[in-house]
């Protein structure tokens, strides 16, 4: 890009015009954000009752102290389920169930960094309802389907190609 140094193209993740985005156009390929938010949040339910049926079992391993810390529990259940499910194959059981995927603007899936910083920016997203009320209006209203913290990576779920 002219006029901007090495270190400042990537201070920030590029836009949707910027000639290093190498995803489906959501103009000319559609199909690849098609039904994306009602997936996602599906996913989500899905993904929180697998999160909620691993803590039921870690619990008695507890001797049932962990009642006394469950939403703690619940986080770190929830944080090591997403990153680990997300860098082994770009999305949750729950995205696979839905067949959507994690991508980053270079079109790749996500690595064990990537799940990392999309895990920590979901998981900080969810301390407080206002960036989660933002990251709905903005799924539904990007044209890319993205949330707050996509938008802040530069990634996108998109719906996967038939055959994986």
Known sequence: ?????LSQRYLYPPTMTDHTWHLPDP???????????????IAWVIDSVLVL????????FTAFTALFFFPALWWMVSFIYRVATIARSSATLGMLVMSIEFRTH????FDLAMAL????GYSFSLLFIIFQLISV???LSTQRRQSV????LGTVAINQRAGG
């Open 1 to 5: 890009m002219p006029g901007v140094k």
């Open 27 to 41: 103009v000319t390929q559609p199909d690849f954000y098609s039904d994306v938010p009602s997936k996602r949040a």
């Open 53 to 60: 049926i691993l803590c039921v079992v870690i619990l008695p």
């Open 106 to 109: 270079q079109g790749d899936r």
């Open 117 to 120: 910083k999309h895990t920590a």
């Open 137 to 139: 209006i903005t799924i």
């Open 149 to 152: 913290v996509d938008l802040a």
